[in-house]
Each structure stands twice: as structure tokens, then as C-alpha cells.
């Protein structure tokens, strides 16, 4: 008979794809350059802002392609508690998905009373226990990955937001002119209006700015993950339903349900 975990390792494979394409498609995003840099009158007169504006919005496709790696990732996990169960010698068991919690009590409630993984080996269930799937525990993460898959079957594709906007550059301003530079000197990035201001000197004055300008995109409905690059964060997924994969796979072959 074949090995049980084949399911979950055939579609973690599929996530890792989904997860290279989505960097893929953010690389030929950012490749484009969809910035411009912009000279704007500033409120008070005689003074200019010099800006980098976002001239594109970010490609729908990076919105589907997290949304196939996301949900092949929390399939992996659901698939991992039915291949143990079908490997303890189950049947045709019913239960056997992983319990996630929006906090520690709904996890153990979910997890002890077996709500969800009543036919799942309590030794997986210790394993799955491990790894702190609920807000506030070490896999927030998890917790965040599951409403992610969530959010996104039930509603619509869930929308990203640029990010971590930040230009190294150079200005030559004369020494007697005071230039400011967004807030406390550092370029002051609005994610709403899509700008990065660089600094605000003298109408009369050209401080032939040249430089660099990186930025990021993060996924935007779940506060926790805000902030996380969305490339990282799906890799990072990745890597814990994988350690949580062979974890269990390797119980299982201790505990003599597989070869």
C-alpha cells in the first residue's frame, strides 16, 4: 500500500510552487519600476515636495497565487490528520482536521474535547499541540495562515498594500537652505496615497535627487501579519507545515503504523 502521507507531501510541493511563483510575479512587479518620481507645490508657498508616487497598482494575480499556496498549505495540515488516522488502522474516519483556535482556550477545547480530531492518534495531536496554532501562542503564524484561507474562501481574494517604502539617495542643497525630509529626517512613506516624500526645500532650488527606492507588499486584512513582507511570511508558512509534516510522519513510522 502506498504511503499515506504521499497526499500531504504532493500538495506541500504544490504550495512551495504556488510560493515561488508569487515571488516570481512581485520580482517582475518591482522590475517594472511602477514608480515615478514626482515635484509637487507644497500648502506653504514657495516650497516643493519632491516625491516618489506609485504610477500601478499591484497585479491581481499575486492576490490568486497566495490564495492557491495559502489554502494548499492549510489542506496539508487537515491531510496530515487523515493520514494518521487512516495509518492508526481507522477506517473511514470523520474527524480529522487540525485544530486551530482563535485563542489558547478555544484550541484546548478543540483539541481536547476532540471537536475536530477525534479520530486523529492523540501522539499526532501532542505533535500538533506543539506548534501553538491560536493567537498568542509561538504559531500565530498558523493562527494567521488559517484566516487567511479562510477569509479568502468565504469573501473574496484578500488584497495586499505596499510597504516598507524606503529610497537611499543623494541631494546637493546649498548649506545655507534649510530642506526638510519627511518626519524627523527620515522619508516619510503614505501607504494610502501611495508616496514616499524625500524632501520639501525651496521652489527656486533643484537638488538633483538620484538614488535608490526598494519597497514591499504585506497582506492587508489581518492586523498580526501587517507588517511581515508577504513573500517571507508565505515562506515561513511553508517551513512550519513542513516541520509539523514530518514530525508527524515520523511518529507515526515510531508508533509502527507505517514502514
Known amino acids: 500500500m502506498a504511503n499515506v502521507f504521499n497526499s500531504p507531501r504532493a500538495t506541500l510541493e504544490r504550495a512551495k510552487h504556488h510560493v515561488n511563483d ?23 508657498p514657495g516650497k516643493n515636495i519632491h516625491k516618489i508616487d506609485f504610477n500601478k497598482d499591484l497585479p491581481q494575480i499575486l492576490s490568486v497565487i497566495a ?6 498549505m492549510r489542506a496539508v495540515l487537515d491531510q496530515i490528520g487523515y493520514a494518521a488516522a487512516v495509518a492508526s488502522g481507522k477506517g473511514s474516519p470523520k474527524c480529522t482536521n487540525f485544530p486551530f483556535g482563535d485563542d489558547i482556550t478555544s484550541f484546548e477545547n478543540n483539541l481536547n474535547g476532540r471537536k475536530v480530531c477525534r479520530d486523529v492518534p492523540p501522539e499526532i495531536c501532542d505533535i ?5 496554532p491560536y493567537r498568542g501562542g509561538n504559531g500565530e503564524i498558523l493562527w494567521a495562515m488559517n484566516k487567511l484561507a479562510n477569509a479568502k474562501k468565504h469573501c ?10 524606503k529610497a537611499n539617495f543623494r541631494a546637493h542643497v546649498p548649506d545655507n537652505i534649510v530642506a526638510g525630509r519627511g518626519i524627523e529626517g527620515v522619508p516619510n512613506f503614505d501607504p494610502e496615497k501611495r508616496e514616499l516624500i524625500l524632501m520639501i526645500v525651496p521652489s527656486d532650488i533643484d537638488p538633483h535627487i538620484s538614488g535608490n527606492f526598494t519597497f514591499d507588499i504585506s497582506f492587508e486584512t489581518i492586523a498580526l501579519i501587517r507588517s511581515e513582507p508577504a513573500a517571507e511570511l508565505l515562506k515561513r508558512m511553508v517551513g512550519i507545515v513542513e516541520r509539523i509534516l514530518m514530525a508527524s510522519e515520523a511518529e507515526c513510522r515510531r508508533l509502527g503504523f507505517i514502514a
Not at 156 to 165: H, M, Y
Request: proline residues 7%; contains cysteine.
Open 67 to 72: 490564495f492557491d499556496a495559502v489554502n494548499n
Open 22 to 44: 508569487f515571488e516570481a510575479a512581485f520580482s517582475a512587479f518591482v522590475n517594472e519600476k511602477p514608480w515615478a518620481y514626482v515635484v509637487d507645490i507644497e500648502p506653504e
Open 156 to 165: 473574496a481574494l484578500v488584497p495586499f498594500s505596499f510597504t516598507k517604502a
Open 128 to 132: 500538533f499541540c506543539v506548534f501553538q
